[in-house]
């Protein structure tokens, strides 16, 4: 029998908890050992204020903008809890970051209007269609608590009206003190070969409960840094956001997917093992 790409890797998968597991299946079809422990939680937001007016005039709106699987989700069901459909959403334009977004759109019946080729911020603004003249185009954009701004800046820099509205919270795991010890010990013990990243907010997340993991088990002969912490582990990241993260608060990013999908991320570390760079 041929032995698989990832045999006998210890992968840290720290997505949240009700998506981790689509990076964990792939994984492991690849024959790596997938061990989970999500560094990102998604809940409601402080208030659905916001949402629910942008959702009561919903057709004064060109276009809804949606960056992320979650947004999609949290928008569409708070739609839905009113006994309102989707069909409301037929006359508008629906945009999405990368196909992931667009696939999560298509499963709730709606096809995305534009996908930039290149599933960044910096791509969704400069290909979007009409840029930069985006007079009298009104926006809705559903997003989370934090992030960057330079999609609304760009298109508002070009004409647009755009409503930005929390749908959803991104934030550090309920149980963070205890995460933050695991994922240190793991480290400590060297039980970790890769760890992967799915967006720039985990990145910052999971330095920040490394930071913690460290104060909370201070030991002589332990490391005292990130970066002996992370000492011959790979990061792996799902794009070159992400990366920049990585590197601006881990300290690295050694593998980066050429395609900003989960898929893409399994993709890259794949051919990273098979290159016996591992």
Same mark, same amino acid.
């Given at each position: 029998?041929?032995?698989? +790409?990832?045999?006998?890797? %210890?992968?840290? #998968? =720290?997505?949240? %908890? ?16 997938? *061990?989970?422990? +999500?560094?990102?939680?998604?809940? +409601? ?12 005039? *919903?057709?004064? $709106? ?6 992320? #699987? ?26 999405? *970051? ?32 009409? $840029? +930069?003249?985006?007079?009298?185009? %009104? ?11 330079? *999609? ?15 749908? $959803? ?9 205890? =995460? ?52 011959? #582990? ?7 956001? =992400? ?36």
């Amino acid at each position: 029998m041929n032995k698989l +790409p990832l045999s006998g890797l %210890r992968i840290l #998968v =720290t997505r949240s %908890r009700h998506q981790a597991g689509q990076l964990s299946n792939k994984l492991a079809e690849f024959g790596a050992e997938p *061990i989970v422990i +999500p560094v990102i939680e998604i809940g +409601p937001p402080d208030s659905w204020e916001q949402l629910d007016t942008a959702l009561d005039s *919903i057709a004064d $709106y060109d276009w809804v903008l949606f960056a992320s #699987v979650n947004a999609v989700d949290a928008f569409l069901d708070r739609l839905e809890s009113f006994g309102r459909s989707t069909d409301e959403l037929a006359r508008l334009k629906l945009a999405a *970051i990368g196909p992931s977004t667009s696939d999560a759109l298509a499963k709730r019946g709606l096809k995305a209007a534009f996908q930039p080729k290149q599933f960044i911020a910096e791509a969704m603004v400069a290909q979007f269609p009409g $840029y +930069p003249n985006l007079q009298e185009k %009104r926006f809705l954009w559903p997003r989370t608590n934090i992030g960057r701004g330079y *999609i609304i800046d760009k298109l508002s820099e070009a004409g647009a009206q755009i409503d930005s509205v929390p749908a $959803y919270t991104t934030s550090e795991p309920e149980d963070a003190e205890w =995460t933050a010890k695991r994922l240190v010990n793991l480290l400590v013990e060297k039980k970790v070969e890769i760890v992967t990243l799915a967006s720039a907010q985990s990145a910052t997340n999971l330095a920040k409960l490394l930071h913690k993991g460290l104060e909370l088990t201070k030991s002589s002969g332990q490391p005292s840094s990130l970066s002996q912490l992370l000492s011959g #582990v790979k990061v792996a990241t799902i794009g070159p956001e =992400t990366s920049k993260a990585a590197v601006k608060v881990l300290g690295k990013s050694s593998i980066e997917a050429a395609q900003s999908t989960i898929s893409g991320l399994v993709d890259a570390i794949v051919k990273h093992a098979q290159e016996g760079k591992h």
